[in-house]
């Protein structure tokens, strides 16, 4: 496959963006009726000196806008109008302006994140569609507030602080501020408790610059596939959020119009806890937490290095820190150009694979910093300068293979979004049009 655009990285992504942040939301583009199709920007281009070493995560755009696809149809198939992908931890790793652009650009009608800086991020991409700020920590400053109301961004509420500080700077604006208000069903993190919710709508009321257009919940055990102890859970945390929705009707925060939405990958693709709208995250970027959807998804990211250097070591010597691998047999040991400072984890060490000629190669020794060692002694014709592929596919002079991200987290004793969100920002991302 030829990568015909390449685009510049995230981390150096220092042009200015041809439209300016001022540019009108959507909203405003829709009464000016303006064009969808001017609204969303290109990736851009690379500088060559952006990747000196070979060490990169390509992301398949065309990936991107296959998996918004079938979530979409999963949503529409179990009764939900609305899917807004998340693209929190900067687009799970993958880059979120480039991912939101391309996302937007394919439909998606708004973006949750967890963060305020991280919507602020997207604005200052380009992306004029509803944003949805999750955490709903903005800081006790009133600057944060007021970013909220001139970004257009929409909070999330569960906490009277913060309700009154979005009424302050609602009231210097001259316009209300829309926000969602979270319940806390079961997770114990953020939202408001059960037996709390008719004490919060009573001095909601008294803040009508803050208006409630959008209930929520987060579920615990979406992906729980087998334990029906779990699955139950989800069963009772719906339960709970549909006794919030009666109570707070009743209490006048709500109404018919208000847009509920739960679930997360995991729930969309089995089909649970679908209300008015979908908050999908690592689905968009291929990786399925349930069997449900596994088959369909396609991985978004490839990460790969190359090999820079190729040595014979002999019966008895040792690899890397700590001497932790030591030859049996006279062995071929080849120095990849990447490591735990990027995204490559140290509870890989003796235990991962990656892809070489399209077979797999164990990883020797302690992962480094910087580098890692692998076991190429079975590959025949391995030499400087072939790929390693560390996540992802690869066809090669001697078979065809691929790593998922799964198979790294079960490795490293962890979950696939733990290994997504961990290439770190010293991979250049390249985006491509396959
Ligand atoms: C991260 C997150 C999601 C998306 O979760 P996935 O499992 O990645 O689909 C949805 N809602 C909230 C509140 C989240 O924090």
């Given at each position: 496959m030829n990568v015909r655009t390449v685009v510049t990285p995230a981390v150096n992504d220092n042009e200015v963006p041809?439209?300016?942040?001022?540019s009108p939301s959507r909203r405003q583009a829709d009464v000016a009726g303006a064009?969808?199709?001017?609204?969303v920007l290109k990736p851009r281009r690379a500088a060559?000196?952006?990747?000196?070493?070979?060490t990169r995560a390509e992301v398949n755009l065309a990936a991107l806008r296959h998996n918004l696809k079938v979530v979409t149809r999963h949503a529409k198939a179990a009764g939900a109008s609305r899917v807004w992908p998340v693209l929190k931890a900067d687009g799970y790793g993958h880059g979120a302006p480039a991912v939101a652009r391309t996302l937007e650009r394919a439909g998606a009608e708004g973006f949750c994140v967890a963060l305020l800086e991280e919507a602020v991020e997207l604005r200052d991409a380009g992306i004029s569609a509803p944003i949805l700020v999750?955490?709903?920590?903005?800081?006790?400053?009133r600057g944060a507030y007021d970013e909220i109301a001139t970004r257009d961004v929409i909070p999330v509420v569960y906490d009277l602080s913060q309700v009154e500080g979005l009424a302050r700077s609602a009231r210097t604006m001259g316009r209300p501020i829309l926000a969602h208000l979270k319940v806390d069903?079961?997770?114990?993190?953020?939202g408001v408790r059960m037996p709390d919710l008719e004490t919060f709508a009573a001095r909601l009321a008294?803040?009508?610059e803050v208006r409630i257009t959008g209930l929520m919940t987060h579920l615990?055990?979406?992906?729980?596939?087998?334990?029906q102890a779990e699955a139950g859970f989800t069963a009772e945390q719906v339960a709970r959020f549909e006794e919030a929705t009666t109570r707070l009707r009743r209490a006048g925060?709500?109404?018919?119009s208000t847009i509920r939405h739960a679930a997360n990958s995991a729930a969309l693709l089995r089909g649970d806890?679908?209300?008015?709208a979908v908050r999908p995250g690592i689905a968009l970027f291929?990786?399925?937490?349930?069997?449900?959807?596994k088959s369909d998804l396609r991985a978004a990211m490839r990460v790969r290095s190359e090999i820079v250097d190729v040595r014979t070591v002999e019966v008895g010597e040792s690899v890397g820190y700590g001497a932790l691998f030591r030859a049996t047999r006279t062995t071929r040991i080849a120095t990849v150009p990447m490591g735990y400072a990027d995204?490559?984890?140290?509870?890989?060490?003796?235990?991962g694979h990656v892809l070489v000629r399209g077979r797999r190669a164990p990883l020797v020794g302690a992962v480094s910093m910087d580098m890692s060692m692998i076991d190429v002694?079975?590959?025949?014709?391995t030499s400087l300068r072939d790929e390693v592929v560390v996540l992802g596919a690869q066809e090669g002079a001697l078979g065809k293979d691929a790593i998922t991200a799964d198979e790294i987290a079960a490795h490293g004793g962890t979950i696939a979004w733990e290994v997504l969100t961990s290439?770190?920002?010293?991979v250049p991302r390249f985006y491509r049009e396959p």
């Open positions: 041809p439209s300016p942040p001022s064009a969808d199709s001017v609204r060559p000196a952006d990747a000196v070493r070979p999750m955490g709903g920590f903005n800081g006790d400053s069903t079961g997770m114990a993190r953020l008294e803040h009508p615990a055990c979406a992906d729980a596939e087998e334990a925060v709500i109404d018919d806890a679908i209300f008015d291929g990786v399925s937490p349930v069997l449900a959807g995204g490559l984890s140290r509870q890989l060490s003796n235990r002694t079975d590959i025949p014709g290439i770190s920002r010293r």
